[in-house]
């Protein structure tokens, strides 16, 4: 455990090492990056626009079960924009990531591990961790981010059609009601949490993915230590980031 903390560090180190000279020619590839934001995050977006919506009309439904007995159903619109924005929109786009782009990210890598192309860059003087590595990782770190703002608004889009066509709320009123119980930090804290997932996602895929050993049973193996590792990984930061942003700021 403590050997594998020690490289996982190290591989940050070697990704922040590279991100850290942009300028320098060949540092960071540019269009291997774009090609890598498309495909986990653009190409992720209808994925984790239904979650959301979907995670907005069950949060709708769930706190008009109970507000309705307060007599306060139309604090249901509340609800659902404090949670969407603080909490849910960064979880549920963390973990749609996880199943959909990390593991792909890391069966890819884990692919050319065990095929011995990783080996042929070295051979022949590139780093794979500049080659491979840092454009997955600044994509996950642009486009997580990128994804949970969409997925906040997807999120209170459902609540709006169960409070508008379920709970006769009129749109206006609901508007407003998403809008009075939001402070600024509420939304800067649910994307500070989604750039710290992308990190998280991002470099655990990627170091699983160059830890392959054993060959196609190895890379399936691979991906789902990087699957479950990256979901624990992003409830504990997001426990740990709770409490700094509502309890120590």
């Not at 594998?4 to 320098?24: C, T």
């Not at 934001?37 to 109970?66: E, H, R, T």
Request: hydrophobic fraction near 55%; glycine fraction near 10%; aromatic fraction near 10%.
């Amino acid at each position: 455990m403590a050997a594998d903390l020690f490289a996982y560090f190290q591989l940050l180190g070697r990704i922040a090492g590279w991100i850290a000279q942009p300028f320098r020619r060949g540092a960071i590839r540019v269009d291997a990056t774009f090609e890598e934001m498309i495909l986990v995050g653009v190409n992720a977006f209808p994925v984790v626009g239904l979650a959301a919506m979907f995670m907005g009309i069950v949060l709708a439904m769930q706190g008009a079960y109970q507000l309705s007995k307060l007599g306060v159903t139309e604090r249901v619109a509340d609800l659902v924009s404090v949670s969407m924005f603080r909490e849910i929109g960064p979880l549920i786009t963390g973990l749609v990531i996880i199943g959909r782009s990390g593991s792909a990210i890391t069966a890819a890598i884990g692919s050319m591990k065990v095929s011995e192309e990783i080996d042929a860059l070295e051979v022949i003087g590139i780093d794979p961790v500049r080659y491979l590595v840092v454009p997955g990782f600044l994509s996950m770190l642009i486009m997580v981010p990128c994804l949970t703002a969409l997925a906040e608004f997807l999120g209170l889009f459902g609540g709006w059609l169960i409070g508008h066509f379920c709970l006769h709320i009129d749109t206006f009123h609901f508007v407003m009601r998403l809008l009075d119980p939001l402070v600024l930090r509420d939304v800067w804290s649910g994307l500070a949490k989604s750039l710290v997932f992308g990190a998280l996602i991002g470099s655990i895929a990627c170091f699983y993915g160059l830890r392959v050993e054993g060959g196609a049973e190895g890379v399936g193996r691979a991906t789902t230590l990087s699957v479950v590792t990256s979901m624990t990984a992003i409830l504990a930061a997001d426990c740990i980031l709770t409490a700094i942003f509502y309890f120590l700021l």
